[in-house]
Nanobody, 111 residues
Framework: QVQLVESGGGLVQPGGSLRLSCAAS????????MGWYRQAPGKQRLLVAR???????EYSDSVKGRFTISRDNAKNMVYLQKNSLKPGDTAVYYC?????WGKGTLVTVSS
């Protein structure tokens, strides 16, 4: 079993920045890929970014150049730094590793 707990969501103005954190616990030795998905109201859950244990990253086209995913394997943490936020980035953000999801953290981008 793996537990994922997100933090760092909130209200931010357009153009602002926010960093999400995800703490992993449990059977963490099995974790390789970790990532972030998001789900806007009325829409499906979509990949935002993911990172392998070796640090290779992948981003959705909508966030390339604005968001950065990183991880600290020693602390069992994964982060999502989000810059130049837009109203379209408003969503619940979920931390993910294959087979497991966090409960999500809400990010609202609004003036």
């Amino acid at each position: 079993q793996v537990q994922l707990v997100e933090s760092g969501g909130g209200l931010v103005q357009p153009g602002g920045s926010l960093r999400l954190s995800c703490a992993a616990s449990g059977n963490i030795f099995s974790i390789n890929i970790m990532g972030w998905y998001r789900q806007a109201p009325g829409k499906q859950r979509l990949l935002v970014a993911r990172i392998t244990g070796g640090g290779s990253t992948e981003y959705s086209d909508s966030v390339k150049g604005r968001f950065t995913i990183s991880r600290d394997n020693a602390k069992n943490m994964v982060y999502l730094q989000k810059n130049s936020l837009k109203p379209g980035d408003t969503a619940v953000y979920y931390c993910y590793t294959p087979g497991y999801w966090g409960k999500g953290t809400l990010v609202t981008v609004s003036s």
